[in-house]
């Protein structure tokens, strides 16, 4: 009896055995990401805004404003150095206001035309120009004077800024930073804007400021 007995439990042992042996054991559970890898593979890549054109231009502008700024400060500093007693840019705050003022009137007048009513611009140039400023003005406006009936041209200036750089007595030298913009309004017509940096000498006549010479900086 008892040899039955350890028979049976013999089998019973050798048939566990043979269970384990040929039992596939549970799969693990995955191990969790460190902490900095699932930050790192659930970031998500953001594009980077581009800058509008829009904002472009106004930034070219305010760096070309800023360089008009320099330079007349530039100017204004050399004028100091120098044996310039006799400059009222420096000392007559009246004075030079008139001149920019007047000037400023002056460019946006003669600078700017319309097809539709040329002799404006004529009457602004007999009225602020002198001297060799005369004809350089009409050999700036020949182009657009030739060509404003046919394109219907509309030209407009406008002074953004300007300083004066020397006052001597009935004569002026101004620097000025203007806006132009060109429109064709003939069928298929178009525009055009552009900025323009350039410096004026002006002389008193007949108790007001004119035009007397124009440079382009060309030379």
Known sequence: MSTTRH??????????????????????APRPKPRKERAR??????????LPVVLISLVLFAALAAAFAVLAHARAEDLRDA????????????????????????????????HTAPGRTEKAADQYLTGKAVGQHREMLAQVRAQGDRQKLVLSTTVTHSGVEVIDGDRARVLVFADQSNTSTA??????????MFAV??????GTWRIANIDTFDR
């Open 7 to 28: 028979m049976v439990n013999r089998q019973r042992r050798l048939a566990a055995a043979e269970n384990r042996r040929t039992s596939t054991p549970p799969p693990r």
């Open 41 to 50: 593979t659930g970031r998500r890549s953001v594009p980077r805004p581009r």
């Open 83 to 114: 044996p310039a007693l006799g400059n009222a840019a420096l000392t007559d705050t009246a004075r030079t206001s008139e001149v920019k003022g007047t000037v400023g009137q002056a460019v946006d007048a003669v600078f700017s035309y319309d």
């Open 187 to 196: 069928k298929g017509g178009s525009a055009t804007q552009a900025a323009a």
């Open 201 to 206: 000498d002006a002389v008193r006549r007949g």
